[in-house]
């Protein structure tokens, strides 16, 4: 008893313990009321509800998720419902913490790397930086096409320009127009013929340089001439001049002597007389080029020209002074004394700390020296000489109890109808788990008309379609007015001008519910159509934010939302509206405008909806391989002896033993176009890959989507279409150092259904590659058995034969244990048999004379016999089983027994009717 008592306390201690723990590591907790979720939902519906949630310290970017693949962050969930919080810091941006302080840095950074310093101000009130001066100095393992180093004071995305890396003699950087120009579809078409007038082609410069060459595809003709390069900037200003040279059969090329920034230009070619000389020309889509002259031109591309530009790689070492001071660098010193006025209030009592990101874009060595931060505070001016390692961490929120709607996260519900078990969490931790369902709810479609006159009873119409008759349907119409009907038509005046926000609930006979919010305008038509038109034109402006925010697939984004066309169309609504107002028009027109303008539709936002983070190896599918696919990538050739199954197993294998020495994680974020009523409509969908060095002559990245939806940020990877598929090759030089891949896909793409996989080459499988008989195919062979093909040849009759005998042992196991245990509980609960049998005869007599279980037990509890023994006896002298899952194999030898012990006592007359006695 004293070691259970022991072990109980044990037991106690530690849930409690566990439970102290998460309850001093949780950083949100949820109130009495904790959540109200709605529990019926329609395929693709949004989730609809609220949490009542307060937060101690959460950081912004936690992340709330569900098991529908939905996710948001906490800060975002709390601005869409203009929740009240506080931050840390008070702006709610990055939080820095200083970590070990030096009078200098010595860092090493690996490519597409970003580490964190800090210049640190210990104390100080009403301070003001006066000047920051430091060196950096770096020393990277190779030449790189692109600068060595981005420095970003503040950590603002504003990338600092008075940094100066030293160009190299090696020129073998190349400029092209996006994987426009295609060199072997131009070989094989006629070329144009070169004269006075120009042909340009578009071309793309990602850094500074300090000079180019410019190139051209040109076959030779018979005429004397001078052939000329030029390049042009985006908005076709001359940057330079050079004159052609022959370096090959057909490449030409010239020296351009200027400073180019990075950005898009035109490269242009011409001669000084009409020519009989050929330039390559191609004109499969996308085309890029044009004809005629640039300062001239206007109107579409027209096909693309054998045009680029070559630069020179950045040298392996550099070394800049960076000095920021009110003489030098102003614009820069204004904005960190505005950073420590909006972060500090400029009260450094606690310290401040300026930080400095530092990017790399190769792998290098980087120097950090000779600090000198000065500044001024109210008691004088002081001056450090130190440098911090900083790490960049998120804001922290908190807040009281709020309740959150959940309707603005726009999460989405969708499966087959059916039973789920919804599951939300936050950073990670588990916030509510509740039942739902899916269930063929009513479709709520549209709504008409969504403009209309103030004052006047207007009609809406509201399309419906549901598997159940719709038995009413509940009208809120944003003016703080309701109503009920059982029809789709509902009469309603808005009294005063302005957008309103109407929903629509239809409740089918089964009581699923369905609903939907619609944006609409009560006033004058002109007043209404203006304001629409103000809604769009902020919709539009908001939208071009977004994308604004996008980096190098901002272009992708704008072709794919069609925001060219948005504005075009929003420019000409508003020049007929302009020209009604002023000329007069007839209210068909008014009508037919306002149609025009509810049809556009503008999204209000463009933002991730989705987002997750995985290991490439962890969501990989054994479906998704195929070896002859890869064979016609280049891989190899399919062993005549081996399976396709065993090259998915030899892939696989490889994948696997490749996890365990360096991960490849797979990142991505699903843009969508965000409207007025809620809506969302997925568009692109953004995926980064973070390839370690590999150990392959060549690899393979297979992309499963269609390939004309598929653009890479870096352009100059080889790739390659085969059977609808997409695929990026990377070579062993590649593979020697780390590669960083962006791409984006149009429309929403799922790392997890099978997206993305990799294989080496097949020469790298062939000591894990099983050259076997089995072929995988689900039928059972000549040459396949069980022993050597289990996949298509199931032991059936194998299988049966061992599970009868396993059945027959348990049988026969459990009979005996039965039979022991039945002796050891009688001779438990008798010490005597002879007492035992007694017993039973006393109670066989008395049941037979008519005597209640009451009764009896009345009369044995007086002679002191137990309740155990009593309950037995009456159990065998009534034949029923003494054990819940008795088999009852000897039952009726056992029944013989009792029945020849119970008549020798009768006979005898041992055992009395009244006067039970024990022994």
Known sequence: MKKRHNTLILLSSIFIILIAAQISSAAFQLGNRSYNIVKVYGDRTPLSGWINISLDSEPADSLLKDNFGNSITIKELLDMNNADYDCFPFDCSSNYVAGEEKTGQIIRISKGQTVYLGFKIPNGEDVTISALNFNITSTATQTSCSEPLYIDILDDGMIETNIEFQASDDFSCVYGSGGCFDVENANNEERVMIGETEYCQEISIPNNVPNLILKAYIDKGSTIAELYAELYNSDFDKKGECKLEQETASIWSCLLNAQINKGKYFVCVYANKETDYGLWVETKEPLCGFFGKPTQWEGDYTADYGLYAVGPKYRKETSSRIEISENKNGVILDEINSYLADRYGNNCENSCLIPLAITSTTDLDLTVSDISLNYLTKTGARVKENIFMAKKEPALLSSEFIKLKLDKANFTISGEYGEYMLKLTLGGSKLLQTEISIEPVPEIHDLYPKIFDAGIPVTFIVNITSEKPIVKILWDFGDNSTAETNTTEVVHTYSGFGSYTVTVTAIDSEGREGSKSFIVVSGEPRLAINLTLQLNKQALDSLEQ???????????????????????????????????????????????????????????????????????HAIITWEQIDPSLLAELGAGTINEGASMESYKKAIVNWLTKLAEEKEISIEEKVYSALYLDGTH??????????????????????????????????????????????????????????????????????????????????????????????????????????????????????????????????????????????????????????????????????????????????????????????????????????????????????????????????????????NPKRI
């Not at 393979?700 to 939806?709: G, H, L, S, T």
Request: charged share 30%; proline share 4%; with cysteine.
């Open 546 to 616: 977004d994308i604004a925010k996008l980096g190098w697939f901002k272009s992708y984004a704008e072709k794919i939302l069609g925001i060219e066309d948005m504005k075009l169309q929003l420019e000409s609504i508003e020049n007929k509206f302009n020209e009604y107002v002023t000329h007069g028009a007839e209210e068909e027109e008014w009508l037919e405008l306002a149609s025009q303008l509810i049809s556009l539709n503008i999204p209000v936002s463009f933002a991730p909806t989705i987002v997750a983070k995985a290991p490439l």
């Open 681 to 914: 409509e997925e568009k692109l969908t953004f995926l980064k890959i973070e390839l370690p060095p590999i150990q392959a002559q060549e690899l393979y990245m297979v992309i499963d989507a269609d390939p004309e939806k598929i653009k890479l940020k870096n352009n100059e990877l080889r790739t390659k279409e085969a059977n609808g598929k997409f695929a990026i090759i990377f070579g062993e030089k590649e593979l020697e150092n780390r590669q960083t891949i962006e791409l984006i896909i149009e429309n929403k793409a799922d790392i997890y259904s099978g997206l993305i996989y990799l294989s080496p080459e097949f020469g790298m499988l062939e000591e894990t590659l099983v050259i076997e008989p089995c072929n995988y195919n689900g039928v059972c062979e000549s040459g396949e058995n069980w022993r050597n093909c289990r996949h298509d040849c199931k032991p059936a009759k194998i299988a049966v034969f061992l599970l009868f005998i396993l059945f027959a042992a348990a049988f026969a196991a459990y009979i005996a244990i039965q039979e022991w245990y039945k002796k050891y509980y009688v001779k438990r609960l008798f010490k005597d048999r002879n007492e035992y049998y007694n017993l039973i005869t006393f109670v066989y007599r008395m049941l037979s004379q008519g005597k209640t279980e009451k009764e009896i037990k009345r009369i044995l509890k007086q002679y002191k016999w137990k309740s155990e023994q009593i309950d037995y006896a009456l159990k065998k002298a009534r034949g029923e089983r003494s054990m819940a899952w008795e088999i009852p194999v000897f039952a009726k030898r056992d029944k013989a027994v009792m029945q020849r012990e119970i008549r020798k006592r009768l006979v005898s007359g041992s055992t009395p009717s009244y």
